[in-house]
Nanobody, 126 residues
């Protein structure tokens, strides 16, 4: 069982920035992909961004493209989500997820993300 722990959420004014982190302490951790999803009140969970863990490649949802950047540090077994120019509509609980099942060449949003973190709240408000 892989445990993922998110951090970095909080309250930020519109136009502000936040960086989310997601780490695992699993010593033999490996995955095909890791990503960020979010769920706003009354809405379905949506894909935000993902990165291939052992290969090059990432994808960001159109709704956040140009504002959010996903990155990884494999030595720290951590992924990050740098969020800039935040808008009130970015308010949501952000979840980190890992996909440990293939096929390896699946499109990043289409992986079966089978491990999830507990979520971290991001609130964009003045």
């Amino acid at each position: 069982q892989v445990q993922l722990v998110e951090s970095g959420g909080g309250l930020v004014p519109p136009g502000g920035s936040l960086t989310l982190s997601c780490s695992t302490s699993e010593p033999t951790f490996s995955a095909y992909a890791m990503g960020w999803f979010r769920q706003a009140p009354g809405k379905e969970r949506e894909f935000v961004a993902a990165v291939r863990w052992n290969r090059v490649g990432s994808k960001t949802a159109d709704s956040v493209k140009g504002r959010f950047t996903i990155s990884k540090d494999q030595t720290k077994k951590t992924i990050y989500l740098q969020m800039n120019s935040l808008k009130p509509e970015d308010t949501a609980v952000y979840y980190c997820a890992a996909a440990t099942r293939g096929p390896w060449n699946s499109p990043l949003p289409a992986f079966e993300y089978n491990f999830w973190g507990q979520g971290t709240q991001v609130t964009v408000s003045s």
